[in-house]
Structure formats: structure tokens, C-alpha cells
Antibody, heavy 112, light 111 residues
Framework: QVQLKESGPGLVQPSQTLSLTCTVS????????VHWVRQPPGKGLEWVGA???????DYNSALKSRLSISRDTSKSQVFLKMNSLQTEDTAIYFC??????WGQGTLVTVSS | DVVLTQTPSILSATIGQSVSISCRSS???????????LYWFLQRPGQSPQRLIY???NLGSGVPNRFSGSGSGTDFTLKISGVEAEDLGVYYC????????FGAGTKLELK
């Protein structure tokens, strides 16, 4: 069945770079897009970006200058990298095979 | 950017009551391909979002038929015909016609 699982560091220092991995199973990255969505604690959902089946990407315009999404199809993994992290980037980060399948999310806290 | 305005922000209901949530868009969500990319999600406490409705009115896989979606253009509604305890949580509308935007959410709680 379709599954997605996020992994990452949990705690990142301000101004540093966040690196997250989404490992998928039950479907092919070359036939499906994967999106990232984040949710600050106690707040709403925000679309972060996507990598499409052909490998092209789209990013939230507010995050575009700091964001990069890539993938390794041989490992069924999608990567998110965001630099210059600030406390406002503290959130649960979800990867999703939009819109029906979601990972459990991973909490990223930006703090010194 | 497209703004989605959900009302109410908090909805108190009793078990069995029918309720509706409104989602209004700052722009028409009708795409040039003829589709309207409006979705509804439920996020239960501590869980990932679950898709309920896609393309305005299509029920997601495994979603009970007490949920229904309607609307067009800029005005959309999610209706729950007979709230059950498992329906409690936060409901979000989302549009994917003009990039991607979520509404601020509607919390459904027990009265």
C-alpha cells in the first residue's frame, strides 16, 4: 500500500540548513508528484513545495529563495532542503502524495 | 495570492446534528481545463490531514457518505449530515487552481 515517512534532525539552530527526507513505498516517483506541507504548532497548514513526476519543482513563493526539493528515484526518496532557518520555520513537516496520502509528519524545532 | 476564508472558525455541534462549513475564495477556482480544484480535509488531533472531498464534490476513498461538498466559482460548502464523535477535529479547505492555498481551518467541537 502507499506509504510515506518523513525523517530529519528534529532540532536545527537558527541560520542553519534543514534537511528532510521523505521515503515512499507503494508507488513510483516517476509517475507521481510528492509535495511538502508544514504546520507550525497549533496553527494551520502551509504548502511548501512539490517535485513532479518528471522531476521539475514548484515552490511557495514566500520560501522560494531558501528552498530546494530533489529526489533519488532509485531509493524512492524525496529531499527537502531549506536554508537560513528562523524560529518561524518551527513546524511539523509533512510529505504527501497530494492529496490522498500523507506521512505522519516530523517536528522540526528551530532553536539555539 | 488566493485567499480562502473559512467560516465559522469554531463550530459546536451535538452528535447527530447536521452542520455546514463555508469556504470563500478571493478568486474564482474554475481552471481553464474546466476543473475546480477545491478540496476538503479533516485533521484529527495529533494526526495527519485526511482528504474528505476532492474537486468540490467527490467523496474520497473510504470517506463516509454523511460528508458532502458543493459550490462553484468562489463559494464552497462542506456539509456533515449527522455529526459523529469521530468527526471532531479541524477542517480545512484547500485550492489548487492558483498554486496552493489552505483556509485557516474550522474547529468542530462537541457542544
Amino acid at each position: 500500500q502507499v506509504q510515506l515517512k518523513e525523517s530529519g534532525p528534529g532540532l536545527v539552530q537558527p541560520s542553519q540548513t534543514l534537511s528532510l527526507t521523505c521515503t515512499v513505498s507503494g508507488f513510483s516517483l516517476t509517475s507521481n508528484s510528492v509535495h511538502w506541507v508544514r504546520q507550525p504548532p497549533g496553527k494551520g497548514l502551509e504548502w511548501v513545495g512539490a517535485i513532479w513526476s518528471g522531476g521539475s519543482t514548484d515552490y511557495n513563493s514566500a520560501l522560494k529563495s531558501r528552498l530546494s526539493i530533489s529526489r533519488d528515484t532509485s531509493k524512492s526518496q524525496v529531499f527537502l532542503k531549506m536554508n537560513s532557518l528562523q524560529t518561524e520555520d518551527t513546524a511539523i513537516y509533512f510529505c504527501t502524495r497530494f492529496t490522498a496520502y500523507w506521512g505522519q509528519g516530523t517536528l522540526v524545532t528551530v532553536s539555539s | 495570492d488566493v485567499v480562502l476564508t473559512q467560516t465559522p472558525s469554531i463550530l459546536s455541534a451535538t452528535i447527530g446534528q447536521s452542520v455546514s462549513i463555508s469556504c470563500r475564495s478571493s478568486q474564482s477556482l474554475l481552471d481553464s481545463d474546466g476543473n475546480t480544484y477545491l478540496y476538503w480535509f479533516l485533521q484529527r488531533p495529533g494526526q495527519s490531514p485526511q482528504r474528505l472531498i476532492y474537486l468540490v464534490s467527490n467523496l474520497g476513498s473510504g470517506v463516509p457518505n454523511r460528508f458532502s461538498g458543493s459550490g462553484s466559482g468562489t463559494d464552497f460548502t462542506l456539509k456533515i449530515s449527522g455529526v459523529e464523535a469521530e468527526d471532531l477535529g479541524v477542517y480545512y479547505c484547500m485550492q489548487a487552481t492558483h498554486a496552493y492555498t489552505f483556509g485557516a481551518g474550522t474547529k468542530l467541537e462537541l457542544k
